[in-house]
C-alpha cells in the first residue's frame, strides 16, 4: 500500500478528513431534543421524546430505556425507495440500523438515572449521500443530551444521566486507501466498509467491519481503526461545542 | 353571528387571514422536484419523482399516470406517534388524506400528455400545527410542476402538462367564526373543519366539510367556501411567484 | 345548463327522484339492530350490537362510544373483488367509508347517555348498484335506533340518547345535469359525485364532494346541495315511517 | 343406547329429521350463480364467479379450477365477533372450512371439462345457527350449477361438467343420542361433531367426525354415518328439484 | 377388491404394516419433554414446554390449557418451501395441521387436573415422508408425558394427569387396495387419505377421511378403520414401552 | 489483565479453547447438502437446496445468486419463544443474522461461476447454546460445497466454485478475561462480544463487536481478535477434513 498517496476520493479530501459536519439544535419545536445533523450532504433529522413510562419488562425496577427507530424518507436516495410503512414492514436493513442506534445510545448514558421513563430517538434521513447511520448516531447523542436538560429543568432528574459522549463514523478501503467517512460514491465502490462507534475516552462501542469484495487483513483493519478513532474525536469536539459543554 | 367580529382566534389573526406561506424549492437533491412548504409552523417536505413506467392497469395506453403517498414523522406532533413503519400498517387517516393528494394532483395535469410515466408525490410532515394536508396538496403542485420542468428539459415531453394550478386550505367555524386556514389549537377546538380544493380558476376539486360538533347550516356552508376560494387564490399567486411564472 | 331537461338519466328517473327505497327491520335474528337497507338494487346489511365496554381511551369517563365497519361480499360487484379478509388488509376506500359511517352516526346520538358501552354497526354489502356508503349511513341510523330501543327495554338506559336522525344521499353531475341519488351507471359516467349526509334539521353532518373529471363551479355545487337536503328529508321520513315514529 | 327414545332434542326435531331447507337461486344479481341457502337459522349467501384465467400452477394445462372462500358476517353470530380484515387474518378456522368446501365441489365438477377458467365459490353466512360449514357446501352445489348453466348458454361450453351432485350435513351425539343436522344449541352441547360430504351415489368425499368430550366407538360412528347419508339423499333431492332436474 | 393381494405398494410393505417407528426422548436439553418420533423418513421433534400461566379465557378457572404448533423446517420436503416466518403467515394446512394436534393431545390429558397452566407442543418436522401429522400426535404424546412427569417430580402436581393414551395413523387406498401408514410416494398417488386419531381404548378422537380422487364406499371405510385401529395399538404398545409403562 | 489466568470460565474451558464442534453430513435426505453442526450443545440443522432460477434483479445477467434464512425451534432455547410464523413476523436479530449468514457464504463463493442458479441455505437451531449464528455460518459452509459438489456430479458446472473456506467464531471478554467460543452461560454475563468470519487464508470478512456494558479498548480488541483467528483456522481444519479435503 505504499502507494495509497496516488489514490483520489471522488470527494477530492485526503484520507484522514471527514466531510463538514454540522449539528442543529431545536431542528423542530414539539420534540424535548430535535437536531438536524449534516454529514457532508447525508442530512438526518433526530428526535428524541420522553415518554413517562418504560415497556412492560422494565415495570416497576425503578429504571429508565431508551430505544431507537430509523427510516429515509422514499426520495432520500437516488432513485425512489417504496415507502416502508407502505409495505407493511420494515426491512432487514432498517432493524439492523435502528438496533445499532439504540445500544449505542444506551451504552452514553446510565439507564438507572432517570427513573421509569422511557427515551425514543427517532432517526429519519431526508437526504442519504453515504453513512446515514453514523450520521444518526452522532446527531442522537446531542438530542437526547437535550432531551435530558430538559428533564432537569422540570426538576425531574437531578442530573443529566451521561456516562460518556458516543459518535460514530464509517471507514472503508477506497481503491486500496483507507479512508475516513465515505460518501455514497465512495461506498458504493470500496472493498471494505466498517461502522464504528466510540465514546470519548476512546473506547469502541460497536466495531462492524464487512468486507464487501476482497477479505480484509488485520493491518488494514488496524489502519481503518486508527482514522476512525480520531474522525470520532472531531464529532465529539463538535457535539460537545454544539452544546456549549 | 353578528357578534362574530368579537371572537378572537388564538393566533391573533383576523377570520380571512392566512399563516405566513413559504415554498422553498430544491430543498433535498436527489428528487425531480422537492419543495418545503409551511403554513405558518406547518412544515411538510413534498418530493416528486418521475418512474419510467406505468402500473400494471395502465399498460401499453399510451398514458401516465399520478400518485401521492403521505407521512408524518413520529414526532411531528405534540406527543410522539407510533411509526406506520413499525406497527406495520398505514391508519385510515393516513391512506384517507394520501389518496386526497393524489386525486387533486391528478385534476391539475394532464395525465395523456407526459407518456407512460408515474409521478410520485411523497408528502412527509416534520412539524405538524394544522392543515397539514392542505400544505401538502399545495407544496405537491409545485413539486409537481418542477419534475415536469425537469422533463421537459431532457426533451422527454414537449410541454409541462398543466391543465391549471390547484391549491388547498382548511376552513372552520371557531366559536361560531368561520375561519380561514386553522391552526392546530384553533382546529382542535372548532365544530365545523372542511378541507377545500380548487383550482386558479376557482372550480372545486374536492369539498372535504365535517361537523365535529353541531351540525351547520347552508349560510355558514357559504360563509366557509367564500373564506376558502380567497385563500385559495392567494396561496396559487405564491405557487406561481415562486416558480417565476 | 338551461338544456338539462332534454339529458336522460340511464334509470330514466327525473333528476330530483330518488330510487326505490326499503329499509327492513329485524333482518337477522342475533343482533340488537339488523336492518335490511335497499336504495334500488344498492342492499346492505346493517347490523347494530351492544358491547358492555368502551375502548381504553375513554374507560372510567362514563360516556359510550360508537363505531363503524364497512365491507363488501367479493361479488357484490360486477366483477368479484378480492375478499379483503384473504388479502390480509382493508383497503384505502373501505377504511375511509367506515371513518364517515362511525362519524355520521356519532353525531345523530349523544356518547354522554348511554352508559361505558359501545355500539357497533356493521355495514355490509351483498349487492352494489351505487350508493353503498350513502344507503349504509341511511340504514345504520334505524339498527342503532333498534338497539338503543332494546336497551331501554332492558331497563339499562332510561331514554333512547338521539339527538337527531340523519340520513345520507349521492349527487353528482351527470352529462351536465345535476341529479340525486347516483346508481352505479350513472356514478361510473358522472364528473362530479358528491356524498351528502345531513340531520333532520337540514344542517350538513358531512359534505364530501370529488371533481372527477372537470372541476366544478359554485353555482353547481348549490344546486347539488339543494338536491342532496331534498333527498335526505324523505329519506328521513322513510327512517321514521318504519320505526312507527 | 337402548333408552335413546327418550332424550329430546332441543329442536324437538326426531333424531333423523333434518331443519327445513330452502335454496333460493338467483339471490343477487351479479354473480353468475348465487343461490341463499338456509338450514333452519342458519343463512349463507353462496356465489359462483366465473373467472376467464387460472392460477400460475394451472397454466397452459387446458383445464380449469375451483377453488372456494368462507366468511362470516361479524353479527352473524350470537355475540359479535371481530371482522377478518380489520383484524387482518383469516381464523384456523375459516381457513380449514374454506379448504373443505374447496375440495368438496372439486370432487362434483371434472376439472378438465370447462377451459381455462377458475370457479370462484364465495360462502358468506348471514346468519348463523349451526352447521354453517355443510349448509354452505350443499348451497354451493347448485350456486356452481348455476353458473356452468351460463357458460353453456353463451356457449363456452358444451355441457355442464357436473360428475355427480354432492351435498353435506352434520351428525352428532346429542347426550348419548346420535341425531341428524345439529342446530347450534344442540351443537355446543354435543359430545361428538361429525361433518359429512357425500355424492348421489352415497359414496363419501369427506368425514370429519371430532369428539368433543367422550372419544367414541366404532358402533356409534356407523349409527351417525348412517344419519349422515340418509341426510345427504334428501338435499341433494332438493338441490335436484330447485334446479328443476 | 379380491385381487388387492397383488397390488405392490412403493414401500414392499403389506398392506397392514406399519413403517419402523422409533421414538427418542430427551432429544433436546431444555425442554421438559422432548421427542423425536420417526415413521420410517419422516422425522419430526416434538417438545413441550410447560408455562406457569393460562390464556386469558381461562385465568381464575383453576384449569390449565394444552395447545400445539406445527411446523416444517423449508427443506424437509423434496423441494424447498418457503419459510413461513418469511412469509409472514402460516398457511392453511398448517393451521388445519396444528388445530387438530392441539385438539387430539387435549383428549388425552385432563385439564383440570394441572393448575393453571398451559402446556405447549411444539412439532417441527426436519424430514418428511408422508404422515407428518399422524407422527407428530404419536410423538406429542410421549414429549407431553414427560413434560407432566417432570412436573411431578418437581411436586407441582400429585399424579400425571393422563386420561389414556392417543395415538395417530394415516390409512388410505393404494391402487384399490386399503393400506396402513402411507409413505409419500403412495400418499401421493392415492385416491382415498384418511387420518386416524384413537385412545388406547379403541375409540376414535378424530376421523378425518378425503376422497382424492374417487369418492370411497361404506365398505371401504370400514376396511380403512380397521387399519387404523390395528395400526394404532400398535403405536401405543411402542409410546408406552419407550416410557417404560 | 495479568491476572487472567485465575477467571475460572463457567465451561471449564481455557481461554483459547474452543467447544467440541462436530460437523455430520446428510443429516437430512431430501436437500442437496445438509449437515448438523454442533458447537458442544448449540445444534443447528444447516441445508443447502439449489433453485434452477436468480431473483429478478439478475435475470438474464448470467450469474448465480446466494442467500440464507436462519430460524430457531421455539424451544431451542431455554425458556420458550413465540413462534415467528405464529406472531407473522421474524425479528430483527433473526433478519440481522441471516443477512450476515448470507453475506458471509457469498465472500466464499464465486457467485458468476455456477450459472444463474439460487443456492438457499436454512440454518434452523433445534438447541441453543451460545453462539448458534457463528455454529450457522461454519456448518453453511460445508453443507453449500456439498450441494455445489452435487451439482458438478450431475455435470451443470465443471468445477466447486469456491473462492476460500470460511468460518466464523464468537470470542468476548468474561470477567476480565477475553475468551473463545463463548457458551450461553458466559455469553449472557460477558462485557464484550464479537462475531468473527474470516477466510482460510486469516483475513477477515466480518468483524462485529459490541460493548454489552462497558466499552472495550483497542488492546482487548486485539486480544480478542487473535483469539478469533486462531479458533477459525481450527474449524476450517475440521471442515476440510468432513469433506475429505
Redesign the interface.
Known sequence: MSDQIQVARPSGRAAHVLRPITLTRQF????EG?VLVEFG?T?V?C?A?I?EKVPGFLKGKGQGWLTA?Y?M????????MD????K???S?????I??LIG?SLR?AFDLEQFGERTL?L?C?V???DGGTRTAAISGAMVAAYDAFSKLKERGSIASIPVK?FVAAISVGVYQGLPVLDLDYLEDSNCDTD?NVV??E???????????EG?????AT?NQL?DLA?LGIQEIITLQKQCLSL
Do not use: C
Open positions: 423542530t419545536k414539539h420534540a430535535s450532504d442530512k433529522i428526535t421524546s415518554e427507530e427510516g424518507l422514499p426520495r432520500s436516495t437516488h432513485t425512489r415507502r416502508e410503512a407502505a407493511g414492514k420494515q432487514g436493513r432498517t432493524q439492523e435502528q438496533r445500544r451504552a425514543h427517532d429519519d431526508i437526504q442519504a460518556h466498517m466510540a465514546s475516552n476512546g473506547h469502541f462501542i460497536e466495531v462492524q467491519g464487512t468486507a476482497v477479505a480484509f487483513d488485520r483493519l481503526l478513532q
